[in-house]
């Protein structure tokens, strides 16, 4: 026996998107609303997973009722505020309402109601044609803008770095502006189907819906003897202030593979190395690909922060061979090692999980990083880790007594 699609009325899909939009949780508007939650989801979607705007009908707007009811009071030379508190309505929202009738649309100044009164139907007329009138974003008015933000969708820049971005690269044209949030709009939001399909957004987590954020994860511990605790750590590496303190894992492939891709994160300018583990992923291999990589580290390394893994089991040997320092982030901790967390997120839009880590080359792994190191970071007001790890160059040679950046 097949199942049975129930078609539900449009009051009860807008009533769910409002009730979404306040944020109580499809299961509850389910419950509340009688309606399965396939079709809540369902709703949701069409929508991008984020209702942005409160549903016609859900009382933002004034009703024809309530206008003819404002018009009533208002003849009968109610006061303003005495109108807002018989509707529920704020007695600004009223003033607003009644000005409106003496002008035309747009026209600014105070209204002439002498001699015309108040209209309700002809001002419910008018609400309703404007509230429906099409309105085009940004995006479409101005082509040169929405190319950037394409090309820049295109070399997976976030919508929040492409804002950032704009600003330096085009401090003084206002016309290149554009909040992450309004490209989150036309990229998800139906209603505006004719930018998705123009902007045919490269958006890195690949989804057709917007999420919350759970960024939480577990961290399987090792033991490692004669480990140093991050908790020992000086507190110069704390703050970030001096360049050439790194942060180091292992990004691997699936289950019953060996290879990995080793990587190294300058705390200071989150400049990213990484090396190739094509075969193994033993302690041995491990420090002899993290040795090698060290001629590559955009700064000198002072000192390596890694995760509790076995691959790490030779840092003493490691230590006394190069004079660098290994801490250890504790167990179930990886934001103890945000920086290298964060780079380790981004190389998977390279490289999934599921990927054959042994099948890639050195060419592929260093593309990934070239375009990382390219990319605008919140944290560095847009700049990228490569801008700023050229600045940080720049100041120690013209004072090589100082390494610090600001």
Known sequence: MGCVQVTYPVEVRRRALALLARGVSPRQVGVELGVSRMSISGWRSEVGGVVFEEPVGSGRYLSRDERYEIARLYDAEVGVNAIGRALGRSASTISRELNRSGRPPGAPGRPILRGRGYQPEANHQAALKARARPRESKLTRHPELRGWVQNRLDQHYSPEQIAGRLVLEFPDDEVMRISHETIYRAIYVRPRGELRRALRAQLRTGRTRRRRRNTRQTQQPGQIQGAVSIKDRPDDIEGRLVPGHYEGDLVVGPTGT??????????TSGHLTAFHLPLERTTTTTIAGLTAALTRTGWPMLSLTWDR????????????????????????????????????????EYFPKGTDLAAITNTDIQTAVDQLNNRPRKRHGFRTPNEVLADILAQDQLNPSVATTS
């Open 309 to 348: 893994g076995q691959e790490m089991a030779g840092h003493t040997g490691f230590t006394i061979a190069t004079g660098i320092q290994v801490y250890f982030a504790d167990p179930h901790a990886p934001w103890q090692r945000g920086s290298n967390e964060s780079a380790n997120g981004l190389l998977r």
């Open 258 to 267: 060996t290879a990995a891709i080793g990587t190294l994160v300058e705390r």
